[in-house]
């Protein structure tokens, strides 16, 4: 039986196994070579040219990032779909002019470069390998997450003026094979829809989410969506960072793979959790199957407040290396 992981944003109730292939495939984004504080996005015209728009493509690893510039309307042109890649560390301007920045100020894990994305943008993996587990490194670009912290003039500001509208931003991401649909998982750059506004966030940092899926991945394609809608379409800026990208094969079972500690359960106050590997976030879901609360890290502890949780049994997935396992416990 197939199953989907839910990356950041949807708790995944069912029992989970996981194995991992040592023969993974990664890449990032440093084969590609920029000038410091720069980025490339088709415009010095490369690609193949038809009607004024020129295609392109770069590749890092088993990857192929297609790449379309517009020139129909007369030059300089403008960045028309598919991917750009960035070394930008601007992380406080707001606006369109910061377009390729990610917000993180740098790369996953602190590495130069990555990649940027429009809205409904697919890549092409070679995989030669098999593969049906992929993970994504992915933020926001500055641009969207300033225009969600702040509103502009296209778009409002997440929360409105209480802080109460029920606001979220995702990447809808779909994988193929032979050009044949295999399944697709949602990740929230941001999300507003918590009955505590303490908890909504829109997401500054490198989060991973992963997919798996029953034949190979061939090629990935991107969808935004916003609740922030307007007349012509969604007013939140449709462009977000990725960078590294793993290609992996996963088996799955019916069973569960314990590898963190919790503790105390049950728990009045603050749950502690210990991992063997980096804990990237972690999802407390009830019984019902909400989310109640999300955290992102990079250390194997983590400790969660739960204080304000109502008395009764949750479930929470720790993830690593963007697969989860999930635990239950119990909120005194």
């Not at 994504?136 to 003026?161: L, W």
Request: aromatic share 16%.
């Amino acid at each position: 039986m197939k199953k989907n992981y839910k990356m950041a944003t949807f708790a995944c109730l069912g029992l989970l196994l996981s194995t991992q292939n040592s023969n993974a495939q990664t890449a990032s984004f440093e084969n590609l070579t920029l000038p410091a504080e720069s980025y490339w996005d088709g415009s010095d015209l490369s690609g193949t040219h038809n009607n004024g728009t020129f295609y392109s493509e770069f590749v890092t690893g088993d990857f192929t990032f297609p790449n379309v510039f517009d020139t129909t309307f007369g030059m300089p042109g403008y960045w028309l779909e598919g991917f750009a890649y960035s070394n930008k560390t601007d992380s406080v301007t707001s606006g369109f002019g910061n377009l390729y920045s990610a917000r993180a100020g740098s790369g996953a894990n602190g590495t130069t470069n990555y990649a940027v994305s429009t809205n409904n943008s697919y890549l092409k993996i070679n995989n030669t390998g098999g593969y049906n587990f992929l993970q994504i490194g992915i933020t926001n670009s500055a641009y969207a997450y300033y225009s969600m912290k702040d509103g502009d003039a296209f778009a409002k500001k997440f929360g409105g003026a209480s802080g109460n509208d029920p606001d979220w931003f995702k990447v809808t991401i779909k994988a193929y094979s032979n050009g044949n649909y295999q399944d697709s998982t949602d990740f929230f750059l941001a999300d507003f829809r918590f009955g505590n506004n303490a908890q909504d966030y829109i997401l500054k940092d490198w989060g991973y989410a992963g997919i798996t899926t029953s034949n190979p991945i061939d090629s990935v394609y991107f969808e935004l969506s916003s609740s922030d809608n307007g007349t012509w379409g969604m007013n939140t800026p449709a462009f977000f960072a990725l960078d590294e990208l793993e290609l992996n094969t996963v088996g799955i079972a019916e069973t569960n793979l314990i590898n963190f500690k919790l503790y105390p359960n049950p728990a009045a106050t603050f749950l502690n959790i210990k991992n063997t590997a980096i804990i990237e976030s972690v999802i407390i879901s009830d019984i019902n199957g909400r989310l109640v609360k999300n955290s992102f890290t990079n250390t194997k502890e983590i400790k969660i407040d739960v204080a304000d949780l109502k008395a009764g049994v949750y479930f929470i997935q720790v993830f690593s290396k963007g697969i989860p396992q999930t635990q239950k416990f119990i909120k005194e």
